[in-house]
C-alpha cells in the first residue's frame, strides 16, 4: 500500500548523513525532523532564522514564539540559534546548506522542480524555494506521486512555473525512491511495501527506468 506523509518522512530521514546542515521545506519535509537516526547529529537551519531544530514538542514543551518556516512550533537543540532570516539566507545562498529536503507540485525527468505556483490559490512570493534549489549540495523531493485529480506529478517537462532546473537529485514518493538520471528520466530505486512496478509505471509519466528487482522499502 502507498506511504502516508509519516511513512515518506521516516524513508527520506534514512537519507541524511551525519555531520550535514540541512533545510526542511514546508509540508512533509518538515516532518523529517522527527525521525533522524539517533546514531547520527544533523543541523537543521529553517529560513525564518533557526539553527539547530529538535523535533516536534510535546504539548508542554509549545513556546508559540518558537515557529519553523511553516509556522509549526518546534523545539530547539542545546547550542541553537536564532537569527535575522536574512542571516538564514546568507547561510543558504553561501552554499553552506549540505541538503534540501522540499515538496513539489511537479518534477520533470531532467529534476527540474516546480513548487511555487499553487493553481488557483493566491501565493504572496516564491519564498525562500528559488534560492535554497539554486545554492544546496544535494536536493530531495518528497510528494504525492500523483495530484488529488489523479494526474502523475512525475513529468517529461512541468508545466506549472519552474522554481529550478535540473536540480533534483533524489524523489521519495509515496510509491517509491526515485534517483533523477544525469542524462534524464526516473531510475526507480526501491517501491513502497505492497506496491508494484506496473503501479508505478502507470503513475510515472515521464521516462522510468527499470533495472532487475525493485526492493521494497523498509521504514
Known amino acids: 500500500m502507498a506511504l502516508d506523509k509519516i511513512g515518506i518522512a521516516k524513508r527520506i530521514a534514512q537519507e541524511v548523513k551525519d555531520g550535514s ?17 539517533d546514531d547520527i547529529e544533523v543541523v537543521l537551519q529553517s529560513e525564518n532564522g533557526l539553527l539547530g531544530i529538535g523535533r516536534f514538542p510535546h504539548e508542554e514543551q509549545v513556546d508559540a514564539d518558537l515557529i519553523n518556516a511553516g509556522k509549526q512550533t518546534v523545539t530547539m537543540l542545546p547550542g541553537s540559534s536564532l537569527f535575522n532570516s536574512s542571516e538564514s539566507f ?5 552554499g553552506h546548506v549540505h541538503l534540501t529536503i522540499l515538496g513539489a507540485m511537479e518534477v520533470s525527468e531532467n529534476g527540474d522542480i516546480a513548487n511555487w505556483k499553487i493553481p488557483g490559490k493566491m501565493v504572496k512570493g516564491m519564498g525562500g524555494a528559488m534560492d535554497l534549489v539554486a545554492s544546496a549540495e544535494n536536493i530531495i523531493v518528497a510528494m504525492q506521486h500523483k495530484s488529488r485529480s489523479g494526474e502523475s506529478k512525475l513529468l517529461k517537462e512541468c508545466s506549472l512555473p519552474i522554481t529550478g532546473i535540473n536540480c533534483v537529485k533524489k524523489i521519495v514518493t509515496d510509491l517509491a525512491v526515485l534517483e533523477v538520471m544525469p542524462q534524464g ?17 502507470e503513475a510515472t509519466a515521464g521516462k522510468l527506468v527499470v533495472e532487475g528487482d525493485i526492493p521494497e522499502m523498509k521504514i
Open 90 to 94: 546568507a547561510m543558504i545562498r553561501g
Open 21 to 37: 546542515y540541512i533545510n526542511l521545506g514546508i509540508g512533509i519535509p518538515t516532518l523529517v525532523a522527527n525521525y533522524i537516526p
Open 185 to 201: 528520466g526516473f531510475k526507480l530505486l526501491e517501491r513502497a511495501p505492497g506496491v508494484s512496478v506496473d503501479e508505478i509505471k
